[in-house]
């Protein structure tokens, strides 16, 4: 048999030669043998980690004893009968053949080529290729054709800043770079397609965080004449047949649908994890006559009190409260007040000021049992959601609560169409400018903005956003009207979307679609925390891809073609 491969560690015991040859399926002990061939087992110890190699040998069952029980083929090993080298290899900047050992990422991203040769990073790009081949069959087979749109295109808002090409043939013009195919795939239901879907790489110009990147992929698919109930029922049953087909994770089924509002109340957040309870409580009501200052003031002043019930945490020392205490001042919080439920009674700084029927009322509604924790915040809505989400997602973990192996998804529906920026004193949407009003909510467009809810719904999962669509506005007159609400001028309107209005007026069907992101998805399904890991090639946190060194300067005479000139800061 001829096997090819890189050498994986190698063994020269005097004598004999091991060498574990590797390749994309796994290991195998390959054994240079003296009695086989004294030159081949010279040739054999000059071999060196990573060199690429072929090697012609025959089977044999290990001896008695001598099995790796760890590997998959570790019953048998190749004696070699020839070697041939295909290149030697430098000694890698990493070790590529140990699983755990931590190697600094930016090293690993300047030599992707060799980091992909780690232990388990082909077992994700194969996850990857399954799960999208899997996306592919599915919707194949219920009639969805894979279309592919334009990457060179004009701004398709979706509220980031777009990259930008500038055009050679067209100096001082640009193309853009699409944020997703939004407006292409409503095109494409106007021109009657009916069912769409692509694979799409979607580019975004925004600053850099942590787990972000400037281009990523998206399941993108668009349906006419459909509600959003049809849509919802066709992602639900691909993922779970996705993830249970793709993946040994466990799915929780149905999917539970919640409105935004009762998100926000339930979780203080649209994205929950739902692996685990841990559920706020609102205790404004119960609290909005107490003496206690702190809470009082927060309640008149428009804002609201909630709980979190921590299990089994009553014994928290001091120094865990002071830590849990500066978690939460990280999101906005001004403290963290708690009450612990102790086997010796209720040990809490807050206690004295909260009367006992008000203690009774909070332990009743927050089901608080003996050895329970209480953490209670008081203040604005946004900051009181915003940090017990913060801190409920953190004890999930802490407390082990969160099972690695759970898929928990969730629909979040109703969001409102319209969200207020109180830095630019106007309407934004909260989805995109396409989303289509609430049927019954429409006359509320002229009394009522804020209150719009939106056709609109994102799928959730272990705390990550994983998908967002909507139904679609197909009247041109509706659209135009949102357009005007978010401060769009008659001329920009024409200007930026006049292609789509346009289309409204030639019979546009009624449609709707979501975008799941794979990238996100891939490393969920991968047990990952970062989405590089699932990213053949990807930049790192800065934007940068360290192999090639982008972005670059570019040569005066590219400039020039372009008709471009480099203003540097201190010029400007
Ligand atoms: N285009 C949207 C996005 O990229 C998704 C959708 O509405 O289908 O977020």
Redesign the pocket.
Known sequence: MRLNGWVHRVRDLGGLVFVDLRDRTGLVQVVFDPAIDASLVEQASELRVEYCIAVEGEVRRRRAGAENPKLATGDIEVFAHTLYIFSPSKTPPFQLNEEHLEVDESVRLRYRYLDLRRPGMYQRLELRHRIVKYIRDFLSARGFLEIETPILIKSTP?GARDYLVPSRLYPGKFYALP????QL?QLLMVAGVERYFQIAR?FRDEDPRADRQPEFT?L???MSFVTQDDILNLIEELYIGMIETCTDKRVLKPFPRLTHEEAIARYGTDKPDLRFGLELHDLSDLLCQTEFQAFRSAIEAGGIVKALCLPNCADYSRKQIDELTQFVKRFGAKGLATIAFSADGVRSPIAKFLSDSELQAIRERTGAQTGDLLAIIADTPKVVNECLSRLRHRMGQELGLADPNLMAFAWIVDFPLLEWDEEEARWNPS??P??APREEDIPLLETDPGKVRANCYDLVCNGHELA???IRIHQRGLQDKIFHLLGYSDAEIQERFGHLLEAFEYGAPPHG???PGIDRLVMLLAGDETIRNVIAFPKNTAMVDLMFGAPSPVSEEQLRELHLRIVHDDEA
């Open positions: 979706e944020q997703s195919p939004q795939k979607c998206q993108d698919l668009e989805h995109h396409f989303t967002s669509g909507s679609g979501i975008a």
